[in-house]
């Protein structure tokens, strides 16, 4: 009986409880240039900002530590 009682009102708070709506937050190009050396452990030699459409793009060139220069793009909306 109380497993019941108690079933009943998880069911109804979960009823009752208003849906969070989860929205993705945007990263400044400092963070993305920061990601970009975390992925690639080299030196940043340029950062764009790009827009395609209603999306934000960073286009970060960086040097790797075997000298290729290698493109790395990261969406601003993460």
């Known amino acids: 009986m109380m497993r019941g009682v ?4 998880l069911l109804g708070l979960c009823v009752c409880l208003p849906a969070r709506q989860v929205t ?3 990263i400044g190009v400092q963070e993305a240039i920061a990601q970009a ?3 690639t452990h080299g030196k940043v030699l340029s950062a764009q900002t790009l827009r395609l459409g209603k999306r ?3 286009r970060i060139k960086i040097l ?3 000298g290729q220069v290698r493109i ?6 993460q």
């Open 6 to 9: 108690a079933l009943a009102i």
């Open 24 to 26: 993705a937050r945007e």
């Open 37 to 39: 050396q975390q992925q």
């Open 56 to 58: 934000k793009i960073y």
């Open 64 to 66: 790797t530590p075997d």
């Open 72 to 77: 790395v793009q990261i969406p601003a909306e």
